[in-house]
C-alpha cells in the first residue's frame, strides 16, 4: 500500500486552526488537494474557507483543555477517514514573572501546550501505526529551546514538548511514524491576541521582566520576519519528504538564538568534563 507521505489526497487533523498559522496551514493543504479537519473555538472563523473548499475541509469545535472532547472528536474524525497527518498547533503564552503567575495560569498554561498535544499525539498512534504510518507536527518555538524573562511557564510546555516528542519519535520509528518539532521565531500571526499577562507587580517593573513586557505590549508585529504563508508551505514540504528532520527550525532569528544557545550550553558542558568525571566509583 502508498505511505501516507505518497498518497494523492491525504487527510490533516489540524489543533488551533482559526487563525494564525494553524489557518495558513489549513489553507496550504487545501490549497494542494488535501482534505482537512480542522479544529476551531469559533467555527465561524473558517467559514469563507468551507465556501471555497467545500467537504474537504471539516470544521470541529474543540476545546483542547478537555480531554473528553479530544476523544470524542478524534474518534469521530477517524470514523470519517484515516488521519495521515496531525499537526499540534493550538497555543497561547502567558506573560509575566513566575512568581506573579497563579496556580491557574500556569495550570492551563501546562494544559494546552504540553497535556493537550500529548494526549493528541497518543490517541493517533495506534491508528497511524496500524495503516502503516503517519506525520505528527508540533508546533514549538525557538522557545522551545531557548529561555527569555516572562516566558517560564510557556517554555515550560514547549521544552517539555521537545522532551515528549524525541522520546516517542525513537519509540515508532519501526512503525513509519514521523514526528517533527517546528521552531518558527517571529513570525506576523497576530501575536498579541494570544498573550495573557500576569497582574504586575512592583519589585519585577523596572528589571529584565518588566522591560520584556513593555516590549510585548507596544511591539510592532511589521518587524518580524516571519512569513507565515510561507511557513506553512515549508511545514506541508517537510511532510512530504521520506526522512524528515525531528527539528525543523524556521526564521533566521530561530537559528542564530538556538545556535548561540547550544554554543553556550556546550561550552559551559566542556568546563564539567573533569568534575563529571569525578564522581566515578574508583575501583
Do not use: C
Amino acid at each position: 500500500m502508498p505511505t501516507p507521505s505518497d498518497k494523492a489526497v491525504r487527510h490533516w487533523f489540524v489543533t488551533g486552526a482559526s487563525g494564525g498559522l494553524g489557518r495558513h496551514l489549513t489553507e496550504h493543504a487545501l490549497q494542494r488537494g488535501d482534505r482537512v479537519t480542522a479544529t476551531v473555538r469559533r467555527p465561524a472563523a473558517l467559514q469563507d474557507m468551507r465556501e471555497t473548499y467545500g467537504d474537504r475541509l471539516t470544521l470541529e469545535t474543540l476545546d483542547i483543555t478537555r480531554s473528553a472532547d479530544i476523544d470524542k472528536v478524534i474518534g469521530k474524525t477517524l470514523q470519517s477517514a484515516p488521519v495521515d497527518i496531525v499537526v499540534n498547533n493550538a497555543g497561547y503564552a502567558v506573560v509575566g514573572a513566575a512568581e506573579e503567575m497563579t496556580v491557574e495560569q500556569i495550570r492551563d498554561q501546562i494544559e494546552v501546550l504540553l497535556l493537550a498535544p500529548m494526549l493528541i499525539t497518543r490517541a493517533f498512534l495506534k491508528p497511524m501505526r496500524e495503516q502503516g504510518g503517519g506525520r505528527i507536527i508540533q508546533i514549538s518555538s525557538m522557545g522551545g529551546q531557548i529561555g527569555t524573562p516572562t516566558h517560564s511557564s510557556y517554555h515550560a510546555g514547549k521544552w517539555g514538548l521537545e522532551g515528549f516528542t524525541e522520546s516517542v519519535s525513537r519509540e515508532v520509528a519501526d512503525f513509519n511514524i514521523h514526528l517533527t518539532l517546528v521552531e518558527p521565531g517571529a513570525t506576523r500571526t497576530g501575536f498579541a491576541s494570544a498573550l495573557r499577562y500576569t497582574t504586575e507587580s512592583t519589585p519585577y517593573r523596572d528589571n529584565a521582566v518588566g522591560q520584556t513586557r513593555r516590549y510585548l505590549e507596544t511591539a510592532d508585529e511589521s518587524v518580524f520576519t516571519g512569513d507565515p504563508a510561507k511557513l506553512a508551505a515549508a511545514i506541508y514540504d517537510t511532510t512530504r519528504h521520506p526522512n524528515p528532520p525531528l527539528r525543523l527550525a524556521l526564521g533566521s532569528d530561530t537559528y542564530n538564538a538556538i545556535h548561540t544557545a547550544l554554543t553556550e550550553r556546550l561550552t559551559a558542558l566542556e568546563t564539567q568534563k573533569e568534575l563529571a568525571a569525578s564522581v566515578a566509583f574508583t575501583h
